[in-house]
């Protein structure tokens, strides 16, 4: 599916991925939803990969709080660049690692509902206009929640199956 341009693709790409991702978790047993991923990854099982995705999608909704207060969030998070994001990504997996993949799940499909509150809240212009909002910088909103939604989405999906083999 291409990248979404206007606000229908973008509802259609974001809750198609979503729903296609949760379609594979569905399909694994509960001994292989434990499984280990191959070494190498940072995300060693399902439950981290969720996980990953539940909490930018908390960061995403932080930005947006703070950006359409006329704030300039601190993006990725406070103390991060996104040239250090991988140090960042390792603070979320160790932050989860505890917690059983049925709550990881239930705290994804929160977080997702109120992304996707954010994009219906939003005409088509308000969505796709570039430099529109001062925190997108020469971006559009859209352009961050398809990064927080649909593509991440998509990447999540074809990593666990990948790693699932």
């Known amino acids: 599916m291409p990248r979404p341009g206007n606000k229908e693709e973008l509802i259609e790409a974001s809750r198609g991925n979503f729903e296609k991702l949760n379609t594979l978790i569905d399909s694994y047993s509960s001994e292989e939803l434990e499984k280990e991923f191959p070494e190498g990854t940072l995300n060693r099982n399902i ?3 969720l996980a990953h995705l539940h909490h930018w999608h908390l960061m995403l909704m932080e930005w947006y709080e ?3 207060k006329g704030v300039k969030p601190e ?3 406070k103390g991060y660049s996104w040239k250090t994001l991988p140090e960042l990504n390792k ?3 160790e932050k989860y690692r505890h ?3 049925h709550k990881v799940r239930e705290m994804l499909g929160d977080s997702f509902y109120r992304t996707q509150e954010i994009i219906t809240s939003h005409t088509n212009e ?3 206009e570039k430099k529109r909002y001062i925190w997108t910088g020469s971006t559009s909103l ?3 929640l398809i ?3 649909s593509s991440h989405y998509n990447w999540a999906f074809n990593l666990i199956r990948k790693s699932m083999k």
């Open 91 to 93: 603070k979320i997996q």
């Open 147 to 149: 990064s927080n939604t």
């Open 75 to 77: 993006m990725p998070a």
């Open 66 to 68: 703070t950006g359409m």
């Open 47 to 49: 439950r981290d990969m």
């Open 142 to 144: 859209g352009a961050y």
């Open 126 to 128: 308000e969505l796709f």
């Open 99 to 101: 917690e059983p993949i």
